[in-house]
């Protein structure tokens, strides 16, 4: 095994039909900096694994990574850079299914996860556009909806916002954050909303359906009320810019019963309490 420093990159890709990662050695002198790949590794994808979300995909190949490379794994350092939220994902303590399996067994590494820059190496900047889809196969895909649960809670006690984001494979991931600033109820809303607008976007969504059991956050970006309190009409305009970063954007109107975990998130995160 040739000494290395004790961070090294695993630079990951995935396919319609295989994932791929690269570990890779970063040195820096008065010269600049240059990477060298030190090991490849990739696996063709059958079965259900071609049903993976790209990024399901993604976590697998540094999975395998890890199998195929573990001494590396236990010996250093690995830093991951991508533009997906791995982290979030993988760092979820309710994952649950093979997204709770894959970060139970990674968890006994050091990994970290940073944006992706720029890539130096040539190699490696090779390999990247390798597994970049043409135009024509990125017409073939058709973009399965992603379901979006948002919610926003307002008391006493503060303000919450929430997010149930569903994947079109089943992939649930929650999110809760708890506004720190004079606020109502329909403020909160919004703030669900955006949240929400947010993660899924940065999860690679392009068509989202999303639920809200606020009729005026509904009433108002279906076109069905006007937005005459300023305020909520600055939100509606965010919301705007947020709408044309996707290909399909419905929002629909549900009861709270029917959004009881994005609920629950909400008023737990305004009310301070530990989550659900």
Known sequence: MPELDTSLLLYVAASEHAVSAVLVHETSDNKGTMQRPVYYVSEALSGAKLNYTEIEKIAYAVLCASRKLKHYFQSHEIKVPTSQPLGDILRNKEASGRIGKWAAELSQFDITYVP?????SQA???????????????????????TLYTDGAWGQSGAGAAAVRIAPSGLKLKYAARLEFRTTNNIAEYEGLILGLNKAKASGAKTLLIKTD????????EKEYLAHNPELARYLTVIRGLERRFKGFTLQYILRVENYEADELAKAAANNTPLP
């Open 116 to 120: 992706r820059t720029s890539i130096k």
């Open 124 to 146: 490696l900047a090779d390999f990247m556009a390798d597994w970049t889809p043409s135009s024509k196969e990125e017409e073939k895909v058709v973009d399965q909806p992603w």
């Open 214 to 221: 606020s009729q005026v956050v509904a009433g108002q970006v």
